[in-house]
């Protein structure tokens, strides 16, 4: 692949993500201002931002799989090692999560009655969460990929 594609790759990965959090705040909103009108539209939400969470890990996955272990590497000879130390490596570790409750949301969404307050709760606490990590997750990629770019300013071109 290029390296036009493989920079167009990652910037879908991230997208999908970003899309998955703003998806995820209309979902706040809708579940926040609850109606019958409106369930429909927090069902469709709900399975959209899961989609685009598992579109974004999937592209992320296959990224990190394919391209990940050179950067790594420039990442770790640069000033910025701990890019790559701390941020990779919780952003390796809370994925999983963020990918389990995208999941869970539209599962919440389809099988529950949203209008008894409780199952109302869950939905907002799972969506939160899904949100608020997804903005940790996505602040930790920009802190890696700026890792990559510490580590070439630090080497001589051939």
């Known amino acids: 692949m290029s390296l036009f594609g493989v920079q167009v790759s990652i910037m879908v990965h991230v997208l ?3 899309l998955g959090i703003i998806l995820a705040v209309a979902l706040l909103v809708y579940v926040l201002n609850i109606s019958e009108k ?15 969470m598992i579109t974004s890990y999937v592209l992320g996955g296959w990224w990190y799989v394919v391209y990940y272990v050179h ?5 770790r000879s640069g000033a910025w090692k701990w890019a790559h130390t701390f941020f990779m490596e919780w952003k390796e570790h809370v994925f999983f999560a963020l990918l389990f409750l995208s999941v869970l949301l539209p599962v919440i969404a389809y099988r529950n009655d949203l209008m008894v307050p409780e199952n109302r709760k869950l939905l907002l606490l799972v969506t939160w969460l899904i949100v608020l990590i997804g903005l940790a997750v996505d602040g930790s990629g920009a802190v890696i990929s700026r890792g990559v770019i510490v580590g070439y300013m630090g080497r001589v071109a051939p």
């Open 71 to 75: 950067e790594r590497d420039v990442i």
């Open 16 to 18: 999908f993500g970003v």
């Open 38 to 52: 409106n369930i429909p539209k927090i069902k469709s939400l709900s399975l959209w931002t899961a989609l685009s």
